[in-house]
């Protein structure tokens, strides 16, 4: 922590220094509350993943000042007896684990279904029968498509706010049918957030839900060939930052005509913690989590990250910036998507009073600059071809 001063909770109490177990740590979101409890915070870390390449520069021994509070275990939540342990060691637990790249939904969705359903049961179960918190990380996704996507083009119901704005607690929750698999995800998402729900409900379980809409920045999955599979497709953000870094053209799903709205992680990860430190008034609770005035089309994400690109790295653009791919070709047979998502951001603003700062400008010139500095070396060394002798 910086300073020794007390911290205060929202309503001017004292917050106690807490040991938190989360799962998946190792990841994108993960990575960075670790950082922020560790910079920010007296609680303690118990992280738990199969991997933790992106917390290493918080696990090394010279970070000695943080030695004492974060502890990782390398745990695969499949199949490991420590688990229940380490929930009951915790005042708080918080699942991030989870299969959550899009491209994997509908080809993988055993593994989708097993990895946000089966695999989070234990998790809700452990904290519910030792009366441990849980702030469970569900998804933006459970919404599906909006109800405006159902009426025609260029009809004036499709600007009614009603028709498209993604509230927590009366919006329907709508996909498409079962051969459509890319909703495996978000229909698991679905079922456990109800899980926890009624665990809340029946048991008592003191649970918070995080929907989290398209939070972006660094250390986000991966660059194929680079720091994971030459044949993987990750985010929208790291596909675009891959074809940049390559100098090819950026692909476009299906025109890229879906919207999104995109939120800096740092401005998501202060929500989190606002929860984190703020038991009765984040208990109970669904939070949309995300920045209703970053929307954007995907074409016109493919566009701004071009522009930053450019300017973060000192190359032009190459000359024909995008290319048009059908979304068989790109994710395979049964891959759909959501139309449109803006979050209502009502209850977290009544109950946190927390708003996103960061412009989509912004957040993509950090963003960008940070993929140039960590990969543009390593992607020019590994398309760089060997000197004939
Ligand atoms: N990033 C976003 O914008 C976003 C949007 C919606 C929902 N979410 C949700 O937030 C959570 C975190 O997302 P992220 O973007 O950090 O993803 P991520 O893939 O970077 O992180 C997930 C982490 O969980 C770990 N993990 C997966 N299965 C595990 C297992 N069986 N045992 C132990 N560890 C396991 C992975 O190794 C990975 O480090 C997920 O539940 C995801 O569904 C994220
Ligand atoms: O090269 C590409 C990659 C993707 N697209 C299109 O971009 C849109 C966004 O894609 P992506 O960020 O991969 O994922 P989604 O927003 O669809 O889903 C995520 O939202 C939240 C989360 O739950 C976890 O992060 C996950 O499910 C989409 O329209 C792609 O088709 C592209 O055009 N080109």
């Not at 918080?58 to 745990?75: G, Y």
Request: with cysteine; aromatic share 8%.
């Amino acid at each position: 922590m910086a300073n020794g001063a007390v911290r205060l909770d929202l309503d001017g109490r004292p917050i106690k220094p807490l040991t938190i177990c989360m799962i998946g740590a190792g990841g994108f979101i993960g990575s960075h509350l670790c950082e922020k409890l560790l910079n920010e915070t007296p609680h303690k870390v118990l992280a738990l993943d199969v991997y933790n390449d992106k917390i290493k520069h918080l696990l090394e021994p010279d970070t000695s000042e943080w030695a004492e509070r974060i502890q990782f275990h390398r745990i695969n939540i499949k199949h490991d007896s420590r688990l229940e342990g380490l929930v009951k060691m915790a005042d708080l637990t918080i699942n991030l684990a989870a299969i959550c790249t899009p491209a994997d939904y509908n080809t993988r969705p055993l593994d989708t279904i097993y990895s946000n359903f089966i695999d989070a049961l234990p998790v809700v179960k452990y904290c519910s029968d030792n009366k441990k918190r849980l702030i469970h990380f569900s998804t933006c996704e459970v919404y599906g498509k909006t109800i405006g996507s159902f009426l025609p083009k260029d009809h004036p119901l499709r600007q009614d706010p009603d028709f498209y704005v993604l509230k927590e607690d009366t919006s329907p929750c709508i996909f498409g049918s079962i051969e459509k698999q890319r909703w495996s995800y978000a229909c698991a998402k679905q079922l456990i957030e109800r899980l926890v729900y009624a665990e809340g409900a029946e048991n008592g379980l003191e649970f918070t839900i995080v929907r989290p809409f398209n939070w972006i920045g660094p250390r986000m999955d991966f660059i194929p060939g680079i720091d994971g599979p030459s044949e993987g497709v990750p985010r929208v953000l790291a596909c675009f930052s891959n074809n940049l870094l390559r100098r090819e053209p950026l692909k476009l799903v299906d025109g890229g005509e879906s919207q999104r709205t995109f939120v800096y992680i740092k401005d998501a990860i202060e929500a989190v913690l606002l929860m984190i430190e703020n038991p009765e008034r984040a208990n109970g609770h669904i939070f949309n989590v995300g920045n209703p005035n970053n929307e954007v089309t995907v074409r016109q994400l493919a566009e701004m990250m071009t522009q930053v690109y450019s300017k973060v790295s000192g190359e032009t653009a190459i000359e024909s910036p995008t290319i048009d791919v059908s979304s068989k070709e790109f994710y395979g047979e049964g891959y759909d998507d959501s139309d449109k998502r803006i979050p209502d951001m009502t209850i977290i603003n009544r109950q946190l009073g927390w708003n996103p700062k960061t412009s989509l400008w912004d957040l993509l010139e950090s963003t960008l600059t940070y993929q140039h500095r960590t990969y543009a070396e390593a992607v020019k060394k590994s398309t760089s071809k060997p000197v004939a002798s």
